[in-house]
């Protein structure tokens, strides 16, 4: 991570090109309107913009002055600026750009809606801010995952209404979450740690990598730290994967997770990538 008075020049930001009048027209309707619960409002406003529906912006702006002549200029005190709005612009705008969603008005409707119901935010989880700022595939991608984790496991199940709503929050392809559902064979209930294992090996595509995936995902170690997690949780997502695979008899499953609980007890229950990544036959 660079430090913090690193400064980063405007080649290095990617800006999603429809945000800028998209913040104008926002900000704009938000002074113009004066809503008493802005959130609420946002959610409604966003909501509206991405139906193409009838927005909730009042016709005219009431100014609380007399009447002027046309070309009257006015200052900033004659404008009553909701007091939330600057914080939330900052934080909009720093979603966006590092997010980079592929349909800027669905996310933005999806955010609002998270940031009124107190629910994770469909915020592509990065560390790095030279990460955040390059343009990204429209694929799944750890930061997309990690936040997908946030917002889904709360519960051991999810359905796939739950699912697909917060997928297509984040702009993701609907085809890639049917190929996932349907390598997992789900039912109507989805086992959250399974999916989450799926989305892992499609990030991976060998064991070996998907399970590293995983402990960078899942870790609350700090950036550049162990990426430590429980060893329980290790134990089902390698499980589920090879069992799938179909090609790991369960003899080598046994043996594979024996090997590793030696390390295991010394690090109180706690695994880390370090730990498998060199193994030998582990895919």
């Not at 016709?59 to 009257?72: C, G, I, L, S, Y």
């Amino acid at each position: 991570m660079p430090p913090p008075d690193t400064m980063f020049c405007a080649q290095q930001i990617s800006i999603p090109p429809e945000l800028p009048n998209l913040l104008k027209n926002f900000t704009k309707a938000a002074i113009r309107t004066q809503p008493k619960d802005l959130l609420l409002w946002s959610s409604t406003y966003f909501h509206a913009l991405y139906r193409g529906e009838r927005l909730p912006v009042k016709e005219r702006f009431e100014m609380n002055v007399a009447p002027q002549k046309t070309d009257t200029m006015y200052c900033s005190q004659q404008i009553s600026v909701p007091p939330e709005l600057p914080i939330i612009l900052q934080n909009f705008t720093k979603a966006a750009i590092q997010t980079q969603p592929k349909d800027l008005l669905l996310w933005s409707s999806t955010y609002f809606n998270g940031l009124c119901n107190g629910e994770h935010l469909p915020v592509e989880d990065r560390s790095d801010m030279n990460a955040a700022t390059q343009k990204t595939d429209t694929g799944l991608t750890p930061g997309l995952l990690k936040t997908l984790h946030k917002q889904l496991s709360q519960k051991t199940t999810c359905s796939k209404e739950e699912l697909q709503k917060k997928w297509e929050g984040l702009c993701l392809p609907s085809d890639q979450m049917e190929t996932l559902l349907s390598l997992g064979r789900f039912s109507s209930d989805i086992d959250w740690m399974e999916f989450f294992a799926l989305g892992c090996s499609a990030l991976g595509g060998t064991l070996r990598s998907s399970l590293k995936f995983a402990c960078e995902i899942l870790t609350e170690d700090e950036e550049d730290g162990a990426a430590m997690i429980p060893f329980d949780t290790f134990v089902k997502i390698y499980t589920y994967l090879a069992r799938l695979d179909g090609d790991v008899p369960q003899d080598h499953i046994d043996d594979f997770l024996s090997s590793l609980q030696p390390q295991v007890e010394l690090q109180t229950g706690m695994i880390k990538p370090l730990d498998f990544i060199h193994q030998d036959h582990m895919d």
